[in-house]
């Protein structure tokens, strides 16, 4: 599985960028110290500040308070969730955690939940996610919550995790969830629907590869690579195995700065790095930098995301970058001949079919692949010579011998030429 992921993260490098800036000044955010952002499946931007939540759908600007029952003004965590109420966000704030419905034309908010009316451990809640399984995780100041359906559960230091101070959030489709904490590196968890948590083991300085045990960030990539942020760099881990499998990032690597608050996948799989002092990203092979002197909002990165043109937004403490699409993105110049976009699929996610999106901007001979994150292909939808201009490809779900692929996270893989130049993750829920 490596050699598939170096082959796909060493592209083109990045030259120059313009950023567009996003702040009080011309533009409806309610505040410029911005610590989130999430994008819904309607192509929304929202961002959480230390005044409340911003939200921006391209063309108007809304927010909202606790004076509209958000629990918290400062909102630290956002995550989207395709529940079976529909599409919500959900939001961990300095209060307590709220949930909001987010259907275009009919925003709601739902009622807070805090420690006096749920099973919430804390109401200083730092991250949120939700798992493949519909389970909500609230990492806090004072341990982890769950929440699935009307059930609460809560679990501390006295129930294995390495820390109570929660940071980060992730979790990967083999099952495991990574809580990142401040001064006992990663707690790594496992759940089944009979036993609930089964096991918990920990990733920390002294037996593993990370470079601290303080983790700032954690994110799991469309590989299943996990890459943490810590206070002295970024740590890279490809495999379940607690020694094994480790890289290290660093100022000595090229890293802009060795405080790493946010990490993502941005396009043609190169992994971003936002810091204290700057974003980097990196190629495979290379780190390029960026600071305000090259337009950034601000240097301190607390987060990022990307949307589904392929355009980076990143929450910083002056305002909101975006790194935008078309020719405002990348230089042209810089793209090869053989230049492609693997834009999206849609629906995402999906139950019976999906359709997959791309544009060629030369003649080439296309394969793309379908793999799980097991590395295993488990589809080819196309072989062969395909002209330039946009191609669309449906994907049934089907898992060639295996019958129908399960509910999980899949990848769609691009080569030109034999060359693996691009991946695209794609959630199926049956």
Known sequence: MRSLILAVLLVHPVHALTWITYNKSNSGLISDQVYSVCIDNY??????????????????WSSYTTADRLAGDRVNDIYFEQSSFGPEIWLATDNGVTVMSVEPDAITMATPYRQDNTGLISNSVNAVTVDAAHIRWFGTRDGLSSFKGSEWGSYTIEDHLSANDIRALTWDTLGWRYAGTTGGGVSRLRWDDIDGVTSASPYDYAWSGLLSDNILSAY???????????????AQHDTIETKAGWEVYTTEEGLVNDIVLSIVQGPQGRIWFGTEAGVSVFDGATFISYTVEDGLAGNRIHDMA??????????????????????????????????????????????????????????AQVELEIYDLRGQRIRNLIAGQLSSGEHTVKWDGNGGTDGIAPTGVYLALLRLDGVPVASHKMLILR
């Open 43 to 60: 192509s929304a931007k929202w961002f959480g500040t230390d005044a409340g939540l911003s939200r921006f759908d391209g063309q108007v």
């Open 306 to 363: 990307v949307d589904d043109d392929g355009a980076l937004w990143l929450a910083t403490d002056q305002g909101v970058s975006c790194l935008a699409t078309g020719g405002s993105r990348i230089e042209e110049e810089t793209l090869s001949p053989r230049s492609f976009t693997l834009l999206r699929n849609y629906p995402n996610p999906f139950n019976a079919s999906t359709q997959i999106v791309f544009t060629l901007q030369a003649r």
């Open 220 to 234: 799991i990539d469309a590989q299943g690579i996990q890459w943490f942020g810590t206070d002295r760099g970024a």
